[in-house]
C-alpha cells in the first residue's frame, strides 16, 4: 500500500517530481498509465494548457463518510469548450442513498440501480484527465472524494493539481477590496458557482448536475481568465 501523501488537503511542492515517484511506485496499471502520463510543465501558459473540468455529485460534503455518485467531466482550453467530448457517469455507491442527498442531487435509486460500481470505471475516467490541467469549482470536492474513494478501492494515492475557480474568484474579490474593506475584514461577495457566474454575466443553468456544472466550471475560468489574467501566465501561478 502506498501511504505517500495520503492525508487530506495534503500536496506534493513539486509535482512533476511527485508524479515521476509515483509512476515508479504504484501497481494498479489504469492508475500506473495516469503518473506516467505525466503532469503539465508549471510554466505551461495558460492559454496553452489543456483542461478537463470536473464535478461530482455525493452523498454529503464529508470525503471521509460521503461517496461520489455521478460524475461529470468536460474538456476544454481558453479557445473552446468541446462538449462532444464530454463525458458523464452515475454510479452506485457502497452504501443506500439517503432521502437528504437525493433532494440535492436527484439521484435516485433507481438510477443507481443498474450503474455501475466506481472502480469499473477508473479505466475510461483516468485517461480523460491524464495529462491535462484538472478544473474544479471548490477543490476540497473534487480532489478529496478522488484521493478517498482510490485509497479505499486500491490502497493507493491520486492527487492532481487543479485550478480552483473558487479561489480565483476569492483572490480575485479580495483584490478588488479597498484598503479599509479589507482592514476591517469585510466579507466576501458569495462564491457560490452561480453567484460568481453572475458577475460575470454567463448564464443561468440549473445547478446539481456532475455534466452541468462542470460545464459552468469551464466557462467560469474561461471568463476569469478573459477578465482577470494575461493568456501568458503560467499555470503554475493559480494551480494548487
Not at 460534503?61 to 467530448?85: H, K, T
Amino acid at each position: 500500500m502506498n501511504n505517500a501523501m495520503n492525508t487530506p488537503g495534503t500536496v506534493p511542492e513539486d509535482w512533476p517530481r511527485f508524479y515521476r515517484q509515483q509512476a515508479q511506485q504504484v501497481e494498479e496499471g489504469c492508475l500506473q498509465a495516469f503518473y506516467r502520463e505525466g503532469v503539465l510543465d508549471p510554466n505551461t501558459a495558460i492559454g496553452q494548457a489543456p483542461m478537463v473540468a470536473m464535478d461530482f455529485e455525493t452523498t454529503g460534503l464529508d470525503a471521509e463518510q460521503a461517496e461520489i455518485v455521478s460524475i461529470g467531466i468536460v474538456p476544454f482550453d481558453m479557445r473552446r469548450i468541446y462538449c462532444r467530448q464530454s463525458c458523464h457517469w452515475v454510479v452506485k455507491p457502497e452504501n443506500e442513498l439517503h432521502e437528504a442527498s437525493i433532494v440535492i442531487h436527484g439521484i435516485t435509486h433507481s438510477d443507481i440501480e443498474e450503474a455501475p460500481r466506481l472502480h469499473s470505471i477508473l479505466d475510461q475516467l483516468l485517461p480523460l484527465i491524464a495529462g491535462k490541467l484538472v478544473v474544479v469549482h471548490y477543490r476540497y470536492m473534487e480532489r478529496e472524494f478522488m484521493r478517498r474513494a482510490i485509497d479505499e478501492l486500491l490502497g493507493e494515492v491520486l492527487l492532481f493539481p487543479v485550478l480552483d475557480t473558487m479561489e480565483i474568484e476569492r483572490r480575485i474579490l479580495r483584490k478588488q477590496q479597498s484598503w479599509g474593506q479589507k482592514v476591517l475584514n469585510r466579507p466576501l461577495a458569495s462564491l457560490r458557482l452561480g453567484d460568481s457566474r453572475r458577475r460575470y454575466h454567463l448564464p443561468h443553468y440549473s445547478v446539481h448536475n456532475a455534466l452541468t456544472d462542470a460545464l459552468s466550471t469551464a466557462e467560469l475560468l474561461q471568463a476569469q481568465v478573459s477578465h482577470h489574467f494575461s493568456r501568458d501566465l503560467p499555470i503554475h501561478a493559480l494551480w494548487n
